[in-house]
Every structure is written in structure tokens, then in C-alpha cells.
């Protein structure tokens, strides 16, 4: 009799408690939540760039600390001597990006490096990164049509060529009559150059201004940042294989971040970062105080008509070892 009632009375607090469990406001549990994906640390990433103006954000976010607020636990900006050194690491894989141009971006993809270009890095619009046409000190051309058939000192399959064979088109100059003296090596361009060796050559800055500063002149016509349209532009150029993993997307996508915060700052006070700009550019001393601090673009890649008019200069002179298009190396 007892266990009976005793039983009777445990099965009747059991429905008591089911009872009130079903009747709660508040879940008995709350169900466990699921954890989310663990977030995706990014690459150390390796630049390689030139001593040049083009590359000033980059030596500005290293020293703001930018990278790392952008969650980058390590970035490498590697300076090269010249242009064919920084490729052949590109190629090597011993850098991952590189500051560069298209003419460079397309020919890395189409001989086998596949590339993306993911920002310009100067010369967003025409305003930004200044080439030119340079007549020699004591020169007496006037125009661009006046060089119709004379030398001018350049460099095949290179941005300077790129940038005479544009102006030179833009001032009505006929393509048979644009005639060029091959000098590959910048600095050796411009001693022919200023020497008169050489009557004009196609150079960027700051070989323009200091030319001008020691004599030379700009040809009328042949300053692109006073041209009809957009000619000349750097950017970064990144290794496809490494901008396909997680962690070198995510490295680029840090590294755009911290470029963004650094172009900030430089657009908002360019004379506040010269002493850089003159350090890591190595700018000749008769520049150091008075060289214009250029302003930057945010990042964003370069326009796909841009670009394709790269592809057809390339193209019609022969110097794409294989077809690209603007979609294989935009991002």
C-alpha cells in the first residue's frame, strides 16, 4: 500500500513538472549555438617595387603601422635596382606583388606567371604620375610634329614608349614617321639626354622635372597629364597562384586597407610625408625641397578601357607572347 501511493505521488510530480515545463515562458534549455567559421589570418605578403614616387603609401603604411592594423602580421616592401631584377623575383616567386605597370602585368600573365591587378597605384586619373616627352637644353623644337623623324630616346615594350607612341598619335604625328633611339637604362637615357646626345627622350618623373631644373624643356604636347586621355598608370601587380588561397586574398585585401589609410593621409597633407618620399624614392637633392608631393588614388583597379588599350598597342607591336584580356587580369 505504501509503495503504491508512494508511486502514485513521484508519477504525479513528474506530470506536475512536464506540465509546467510545456506552460514556461522560458525554454527549459536554451539550444546550443553553433560556432561560426574561424576567420581567415592573411599571408605574410612580399612587395617588391622600385625607388619611385608610385610606391609612397605603401613606405607610409609601413611606418603609421597601418598593416598591422589591418590584421596583415607581416608585410616586406623589397626595393629593387631596376625594373628586370623586381620581375625575375616576381617570376621566382621570392616577391608576391609587385609595383609595376599594365605593360609589365600583361606580359608576366601572357609568358606563364598568371596576374591579377587588383588597384592603380598612380594615375587614376591624368592628372596623377606625370611622363613627358623632353627636348634637350637648347633645343628648338616647338611641338611634338617638329619630332616627326627624329630620335628620341626610349625603351621598347616599355610605359615610355607607350607614352611617345600615344602623344605622338594625339599630336597627328604618323606612326611610320615616329622614330626611336633604343636606351634602355633610365639614368643613362637622361645623361644622353641633357649632354645632347640624344634630341628629346620619353622619361617619367622626377628625370622630367629635373630636366627642366638643369635646362631641358618639355615638348609642347608631350606632358600626359595634359593629354586628351588617360596614358599612364602603375600598379599593383600580385601573383594569381598567391591571390587565389584564402589567406593571400585576405593579405590583399588587408594590404588595400592599409593602402586606403595612408593615401588618407598623405591627399590631406602631402608635404608632411616629403622627408619620406625623398628618403625612399632616393629624390636627387636639388629636388628634396621643392618635388610636388603627388596625390594618391583609394584603391580600386584600373578601367577595362584602359587597359584594353594597352592590350592593343601590345598587341599590334608584337610584344604579347600570348592573347590577354582585360577579364584575365582584373580582379
Not at 47 to 69: H, N, R
Not at 136 to 144: E, I, K, R, Y
Amino acid at each position: 500500500m505504501k509503495r503504491t501511493i508512494r508511486l502514485t505521488l513521484v508519477l504525479a510530480l513528474a506530470a506536475a513538472l512536464a506540465l509546467a515545463g510545456c506552460s514556461s515562458d522560458e525554454p527549459a534549455e536554451a539550444p546550443s549555438e553553433q560556432p561560426g567559421e574561424p576567420a581567415v589570418t592573411p599571408a605574410k605578403i612580399t612587395i617588391g617595387t622600385l625607388a619611385t614616387q608610385d610606391s609612397l603609401p605603401l613606405w607610409v603604411a609601413e611606418e603609421k603601422e597601418y598593416f598591422a592594423e589591418a590584421g596583415l602580421p607581416e608585410v616586406e616592401i623589397v626595393t629593387f635596382q631596376s625594373a628586370q631584377e623586381s620581375q625575375t623575383a616576381f617570376v621566382s616567386g621570392a616577391v608576391d606583388a609587385l609595383m609595376t605597370d599594365l605593360i609589365v602585368s600583361a606580359n608576366l600573365h601572357a609568358s606563364g606567371t598568371p596576374v591579377i591587378v587588383p588597384t592603380v597605384m598612380l594615375g587614376a586619373t591624368t592628372a596623377q604620375g606625370r611622363f613627358a616627352i623632353v627636348a634637350a637644353p637648347g633645343s628648338d623644337v616647338t611641338s611634338m610634329t617638329d619630332l616627326a623623324g627624329v630620335p628620341v630616346g626610349t625603351a621598347s615594350a616599355t610605359i615610355t614608349e607607350y607614352v611617345l607612341d600615344m602623344l605622338m598619335a594625339e599630336a597627328g604625328v604618323a606612326a611610320a614617321d615616329v622614330v626611336k633611339e633604343e636606351v634602355q637604362k633610365m639614368p643613362i637615357r637622361f645623361q644622353l639626354l641633357m649632354s645632347g646626345q640624344l634630341a628629346a627622350a620619353s622619361l617619367p618623373e622626377p628625370f622630367v622635372t629635373l630636366a627642366e631644373l638643369e635646362g631641358a624643356t618639355v615638348v609642347p604636347g608631350g606632358d600626359d597629364t595634359k593629354a586628351a586621355s588617360n596614358i599612364s598608370q602603375s600598379v599593383l601587380c600580385v601573383n594569381k597562384a598567391f591571390a587565389d588561397t584564402a589567406e593571400g586574398d585576405a593579405a590583399v585585401a588587408a594590404l588595400l586597407e592599409a593602402w586606403n589609410a595612408a593615401v588618407t593621409d598623405i591627399n590631406a597633407d602631402p608635404d608632411a610625408f616629403r622627408t619620406t618620399l625623398v628618403s625612399k624614392a632616393r629624390l636627387p637633392e636639388p629636388l628634396a625641397e621643392t618635388y610636388n608631393v603627388s596625390d594618391y588614388p583609394l584603391a580600386a583597379p584600373p578601367a577595362a578601357t584602359d587597359v584594353q588599350k594597352v592590350l592593343d598597342w601590345m598587341d599590334e607591336k608584337g610584344y604579347l607572347q600570348a592573347p590577354v584580356t582585360p577579364a584575365d587580369i582584373l580582379p
